[in-house]
């Protein structure tokens, strides 16, 4: 069984609560890439940003992403996986939540982001496909 920890990216970097969403965007920016995982003064995971909140929570709605905090699109519980749950959990999970990255999880360390890219590289080939409808869908 290959576990999420045996594929994930590691090494995440979190963007504060507290922190704008202009610095949200450099880091973004700088990273190369898409979304960040929200991370509180406790070091627990309070969500994901992703650039498209910054453009349509914010910008679209006339915001102003030097006041706007990363925090405050961190509401709710953070949809995760574990560092050791199989690949068919992580799937599970991006389907029914409708998400293509997931923070992996060891007790309660972010340990790594799982994305739909990283499944399909470790997935058989001919079901690449399958997968992408199932997340997408």
Known sequence: MTTAREIMTGGAECIGEKET?????????DLDVGSLPICGEDNRLKGMLTDRDIVIKCLAEGGDPRAATAGEFGQGKPVTIGADDSIEEAIRTMQEHQ???????????LVGILSQADIARNYP??????LVEFISY
């Open 21 to 29: 969403l202009e610095q949200a965007a450099r880091k973004m920016k």
């Open 125 to 130: 080939e001919d079901r690449v496909g399958e």
């Open 99 to 109: 998400v293509r990255r997931l923070p992996v999880i060891d007790g309660h360390d």
